[in-house]
């Protein structure tokens, strides 16, 4: 079964980096997404970024673009969110999710919530101005 679990969220200043972790457990050659998405409270969750795992593709939401970097970690699996240049906007808790989705081999694994079916419990990002 899958488990993933989220963690190195913190508080940090606007301008600040972070790095969040996702350690996965029980993923199987039909978990070929991987993504982090937020969660800000009255809002929906967004898909932050993606990545497909056998391969260098990684898909990023507009407004983290230049800022965030998601890569993994094979031989830990893990997969890593890291963010710098944050701002108070950012503010969110956010989550690790896989996916059974299998993209074509020339697009980028989704940022659509509705294409992920495990979830971690989350690791809470918060940006003071």
């Known amino acids: 079964q899958v488990q993933l679990v989220e963690s190195g969220g913190g508080s940090v200043q606007d301008g600040g980096s972070l790095r969040v972790h996702c350690s996965a457990s029980?993923?199987?050659?039909?978990?070929?997404?991987m993504g982090w998405f937020r969660q800000a409270p009255g809002k929906e969750r967004e898909g932050v970024a993606s990545?497909?795992?056998?391969?260098?593709?990684?898909n990023y939401t507009d407004s983290v673009k230049g800022r965030f970097t998601i890569f993994q970690d094979n031989a830990k699996n893990t997969v890593y969110l890291k963010m710098s240049s944050l701002k108070p906007e950012d503010t969110a808790m956010y989550y690790c999710a896989a996916g059974l989705q299998r993209p074509l081999y020339d697009r980028p694994c989704s940022l659509s919530p509705n294409e992920y079916g495990y979830w971690g419990q989350g690791t809470q990002v918060t940006v003071s101005s």
């Open positions: 990545l497909f795992r056998l391969g260098d593709r990684v």
């Open positions: 029980g993923v199987t050659y039909n978990v070929v997404c």
